[in-house]
């Protein structure tokens, strides 16, 4: 059970229990950007902190990872735990290449990662209702996630196009919902009715010049990378990496104005960005949060201390409307 918990907050309106679909308080919308939505858990931190109950989840991406941890019961505590204990090692443990065909790595570590803390917890027995948005990648569509294994929807929400091979599941290969529905805020109102906060990702602060960013810090890193004894297993990595600290050593001075990861990310930030205005045309959520985070980079899971930091600023600048929004809709159905 949640302590400062979400799910908590419910027992004052239905203290003997009741049908999920009943309960009252915010529906969430939890986008996607890789490191970036670890914002949300700072949103999370504050709704708990000031008894704002959460009554259903959709989400994208990270979000749907975020989204069935709360979901499933895991206290706040222990999520911000297992987010800022990732350090630059772990985060490149998780997505060491593997080359499986159709992506970079094949998601096993992630799914190792996902078990742990999930096991066989289907989405139909999770303390409050979720769904994640995946994408077929052969007909283009949407896909809604309402039941089954919870890790099996997350694993299907998270699949990076190009880094992480799709997630297979009845014949269908299923790819990141970011590429649909970045911030699914239209299908949270539709499966749970409102009111509807959405977490999206605020581009606006993405760094204007690179170039002006501190020397990279990769040489280093290489250095440590080295040393550690997994490492040394892998002769061709080992070679490629002595390789990428000799590069960084005799170019470091000439980075390029944008480097590759960030012309990327910039991309996948504007596309997002576009989709997300043309689907609030049509059903815009109650209240949109978005926390300052453009500076964090998509695999940058080692900063989630500054993402979560960003996300509790952006929450309590709004937990004013939060808290109508909650009181207004106390009995929304």
Not at 125 to 148: K, N, R, T, Y
């Amino acid at each position: 059970m949640l302590s400062h918990s979400l799910i908590d907050s419910l027992k004052r309106w239905f203290p003997h229990g009741s049908k999920k679909h009943s309960l009252p308080g915010l529906v969430l919308a939890l986008g996607g950007g890789g490191a970036r939505g670890l914002a949300h858990i700072g949103v999370l931190q504050v709704l708990a902190e000031h008894s704002i109950p959460v009554r259903a989840i959709a989400g994208t991406s990270i979000g749907a990872e975020i989204g069935a941890f709360i979901a499933s019961g895991m206290p706040i505590e222990k999520l911000t735990q297992i987010a800022t204990e990732v350090d630059w090692i772990d985060t490149l443990r998780l997505f060491m290449p593997d080359v499986p065909g159709g992506g970079l790595i094949s998601g096993k570590n992630i799914i190792e990662f996902l078990d742990t803390h999930l096991g066989d917890l289907r989405i139909e027995d999770l303390a409050l209702p979720f769904i994640a948005i995946a994408a077929d990648l052969e007909s283009g569509a949407q896909v809604v996630i309402d039941s089954g294994r919870a890790v099996d929807a997350i694993r299907a929400s998270i699949s990076l196009p190009g880094i992480m091979v799709p997630h297979v599941a009845n014949s269908y290969h299923l790819i990141d919902g970011g590429v649909v529905n970045p911030l699914p805020f239209d299908i949270a109102r539709e499966r749970f009715g409102g009111p509807v906060v959405a977490i999206a990702v605020d581009i606006t602060t993405q760094r204007q010049n690179p170039a002006e960013e501190p020397a990279s810090q990769w040489p280093q890193r290489i250095s440590q990378l080295l040393a550690h004894s997994w490492i040394q297993r892998s002769q061709g990595l080992r070679q490629w990496l002595e390789e990428r600290r000799e590069y960084f050593d005799k170019h470091e001075a000439r980075a390029p104005r944008w480097s590759m990861r960030q012309v990327i990310d910039r991309a996948n930030d504007i596309r997002q960005s576009q989709i997300v205005a043309l689907r609030a045309q049509l059903s815009p959520p109650d209240l949109v949060l978005t926390p300052a985070v453009g500076q964090i980079g998509t695999l940058e899971f080692y900063q989630a201390g500054a993402a979560i930091s960003a996300g509790r600023d952006a929450a309590l600048a709004q937990l004013t409307n939060l808290q109508q929004l909650a009181k207004q809709h106390s009995r929304w159905n």
